[in-house]
């Protein structure tokens, strides 16, 4: 099966390559009546888009939305939606040196292997770019949870190569403990203030090393109500973590506590519940795979970028022994550009199963007792 799409009711299809005319998307099953104009997507694209800082590619794309369906006097119609970004600043001479070497640590091979022909300008459809039609589709979806459900999706860096947010543990990091204003106002999505500098620091010397490093971003959804997921094989929390392993670069997902829940007792994991609320969240929100209404945390670790300029041994598409160096502009860190991406995934997933749970369950309605969140 191809598998360019995804969502069963809020299904998004996306095309495109990284050198190609244009990327896009559609989505289809999209509710009637929501207020969908070209500007709305802009906030989001440029917190995802290269070329805004010094830290990131310096391919500047002006991300312009272009909507081709599916929108009638500034309202969803229900039909599907077409969005369209023209590529603009493609530098596809960047690639001709290793068109024909397979980048270690990057798809080039594995593509090859399984199409035997591949796109080799700026990865093609393997490149970070595709994600772009990811963030937005999940405007549409992130307005019409907020407006249905007052649902936040908001994410941050919780690590970058072996620094993290100074006074946070990572596994209590709150909604209501971080200050996303913090979060927003510098270019790391870093939670505390007080590191930017350090950061800053971090990020220039490893662009000049010529390396790269990984990251870790934390996701936060507020606000969604208790039932969303669909037992057994469509699980919320299997669904989220296919969502996010789909991100180029993701080499793993935690939902809740995640891995460290291997080392916890049972008495010190299980979410105490009062009719005030639950005391605390360690499964993350998500209980046999249905949403409980506390908040749903997801943390999402990113590889560090293959292509770099330092050399190393590779293979070029004759079997030949070469030595691979990648130049053109590239992120060290692809994790520095992922909060909105993997807030996007979190948003899509999360609008699927809100469709999902209101088609078969809808006649349910709210069941007592409902617990108060509590604990986030
Ligand atoms: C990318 C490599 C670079 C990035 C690109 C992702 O592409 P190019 O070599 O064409 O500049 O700039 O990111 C984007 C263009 C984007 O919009 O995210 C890669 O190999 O994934």
């Known amino acids: 099966m191809p598998a360019n799409a995804f969502g069963q009711l809020f299904a998004v299809t996306t095309f495109g390559e990284s050198h190609g005319p244009a990327i896009g998307c559609v989505i289809d099953g999209c509710p009637p009546g929501i207020a969908i104009a070209p500007e709305d997507f802009s906030h989001d694209l440029a917190r995802r888009a290269t070329g805004r800082t010094r830290h990131t590619s310096a391919r500047h794309e002006a991300d312009a939305v272009e909507i081709l369906s599916g929108v009638y006097a500034g309202r969803s119609t229900g039909t599907p939606i077409a969005l369209l970004i023209r590529n603009t600043d493609a530098r596809s001479r960047d690639y001709a040196k290793i068109a024909e070497q397979f980048r ?10 399984k199409y035997g022909i591949r796109d080799p300008r700026g990865g093609g459809r393997a490149s970070a770019r595709e994600t772009t039609m990811r963030v937005a589709a999940a405007v549409i979806a992130k307005r019409w949870l907020a407006e249905k459900h007052g649902i936040a999706v908001r994410g941050c860096m919780t690590q970058i190569g072996d620094v993290t947010p100074h006074g ?18 510098n270019p790391f999505f870093w939670p505390v203030a007080a590191q930017v500098e350090e950061l800053e620091h971090f990020m220039d010397a490893l662009r000049k090393s010529g390396d790269s490093v990984g990251a870790r971003i934390d996701v936060i959804a507020t606000g969604v109500p208790p039932g969303w997921g669909e037992p057994i094989y469509g699980k919320l929390d299997a669904e989220l973590a296919a969502a996010l392993m789909s991100i180029n670069a ?3 997902v935690e939902i809740g506590d995640g891995f460290a829940a291997v080392a916890q007792k049972g008495s010190a994991h299980r979410d105490a519940m009062t009719p005030q609320g639950f005391l605390s969240n360690h499964a993350g929100g998500i209980l046999g795979g249905i949403s409980s209404g506390q908040a749903i945390r997801c943390s999402v670790a990113f590889k560090p970028t293959s292509s770099l300029r330092l050399p190393v041994p590779g293979v070029d598409v004759h079997g030949n022994a070469v030595d691979v160096v990648t130049t053109g502009r590239h992120d060290p860190c692809v994790g520095l550009r992922a909060t909105p991406i993997c807030e996007a995934m ?3 997933v999360l609008m699927d199963q809100a469709l999902r749970h ?8 709210a069941v007592a007792p409902r617990i108060p969140a509590g604990q986030s």
């Open 104 to 113: 270690p640590g990057h798809a080039d091979y594995t593509y090859w292997q």
């Open 168 to 185: 946070s543990d990572r596994l209590r990091l709150d909604a209501a403990g971080i200050d996303w204003n913090v979060v927003a106002a």
């Open 346 to 348: 979190v948003a899509l």
């Open 250 to 252: 993701v080499k793993g």
């Open 358 to 365: 209101r088609a078969q369950c809808g006649d349910v309605g």
